[in-house]
């Protein structure tokens, strides 16, 4: 069982940066689709940013409202992710979750769109203040 658990979130002033991490464990050589949602009270979560491995490769998407200022990456040994967000504003401040699903193929950008997906972790708040 694949278990995700987020942490790094907290509060920042605007322009400020942060960096969430998602532990996996459980972790098999198995490929993965992952990435990070956010939600507000009121309002659907979204998908902000994916990342998906296959073949040595690693392909990402980012939601146009994140482009330029977030960025998802991985750690060596694979079992923790992470999402460096720079250049902060109001807007950004959200629960942010990470999530995954055993995926041969991920097509990144449907993946985003969707929140039926596997494996959830807790979420880890952040705050951004003008």
């Known amino acids: 069982q694949v278990h995700l658990v987020e942490s790094g979130g907290g509060s920042v002033q605007t322009g400020g940066s942060l960096t969430l991490s998602c532990a996996i464990s459980?972790?098999?050589?198995?490929?993965?689709?992952m990435g990070w949602f956010r939600q507000t009270p009121g309002k659907e979560r979204e998908g902000v940013t994916v990342?998906?491995?296959?073949?040595?490769?690693?392909?990402?998407y980012y939601a146009d409202s994140v482009k330029g200022r977030f960025a998802i990456s991985q750690g060596n040994a694979k079992n923790t992710v992470y999402l460096q967000m720079d250049s902060l504003k109001p807007e950004d401040t959200a629960m942010y979750y990470c999530?995954?699903?055993?995926?041969?193929?991920?097509?990144?950008?449907?993946?985003?769109?969707?929140?039926?997906?596997?494996?959830w972790g807790q979420g880890t708040q952040v705050t951004v203040s003008s």
């Open positions: 999530a995954a699903d055993v995926a041969d193929v991920c097509y990144l950008g449907s993946w985003a769109s969707s929140v039926r997906h596997t494996y």
């Open positions: 459980g972790y098999t050589t198995r490929t993965y689709c």
């Open positions: 990342l998906h491995t296959r073949r040595g490769n690693t392909y990402t």
